[in-house]
């Protein structure tokens, strides 16, 4: 087990396959910014993706699951923290969290620059209350119809997905899908598909040696070139590229 922080701590973590239920002697906001996992409590459980992160109490069991490629941003928060204390009560509260559109700008931020090695003990010090007040600030909202379709999509973004199967999923129209992703999401269905496609793409370039007609194939392209058109439209690169300037250790 590891020690508790004398001062909030932030990581970037990838999980995989399941965890045994195990406790903390710190609170942690678990808070996805890519791909999903599931979070269990014992008695309550949920699924987290960009859309719902999650606050683990300090000392609470928990066990994570996933099926697929995924990062979120770990925050570690000292128990002792006299300034914190009455947040991390609120939060205790409801420990299921829906990320607002300004809580999901200000993780993309803080995940960007701790990829840069910009994110040092002060910074975090100083974005800490921001974040917590940006995520006790929400009013409680009811759960998205497009919760569970997200979570589906992202578990599996290479399947054969179209507009009309993931309406069906979320038992609306394919008319009011748009509508809902426009409000949600600010994008269409099929932008943010192969937004979905492109991320799990990114992360196999980086952490695995398959070929990359193989990656293209698994993340729904039709062929490599389907990918390396995408990615040159969506990021101005190749998928060779991207593994070289972000090859990882290949998993064991």
Do not use: K
């Amino acid at each position: 087990m590891r020690s508790p922080p004398s001062q909030p701590a932030l990581h970037l973590r990838s999980y995989r396959g399941h965890s045994a239920p195990h406790d903390h002697d710190f609170a942690q906001l678990v808070l996805p910014v890519s791909g999903a996992l599931d979070l269990d409590f014992g008695d309550r459980a949920a699924a987290l993706d960009a859309a719902r992160g999650a606050f683990v109490p300090t000392r609470q069991p928990h066990a994570t699951r996933t099926q697929g490629p995924n990062r979120s941003l770990i925050l570690d928060l000292p128990e002792d923290d006299s300034a914190l204390a009455p947040l991390l009560a609120q939060l205790a509260q409801r420990p299921f969290l829906a990320l607002s559109a300004p809580a999901t700008r200000l993780l993309d931020f803080m995940a960007l620059r701790v990829e840069q090695g910009q994110a040092s003990a002060p910074v975090v010090q100083l974005w800490v209350p921001l974040l917590l007040d940006t995520l006790l600030l929400q009013p409680p909202r009811p759960a998205s119809r497009l919760a569970a379709l997200r979570a589906r999509v992202q578990a599996d973004p290479g399947a054969p997905w179209t507009v009309e199967r993931m309406a069906r999923l979320a038992a609306l129209s394919p008319s009011r899908l748009h509508a809902l992703f426009q409000a949600e999401l600010h994008s269409t269905p099929r932008a943010w598909l192969q937004a979905q496609r492109l991320a799990r793409a990114r992360e196999l370039l980086a952490h695995t040696r398959l070929p990359i007609a193989e990656i293209a194939s698994r993340c729904g392209f039709a062929d490599q070139s389907a990918l390396t058109h995408a990615m040159r439209r969506a990021h101005d690169t190749t998928p060779a590229a991207w593994r070289r300037h972000n090859a990882g250790p290949a998993p064991a």
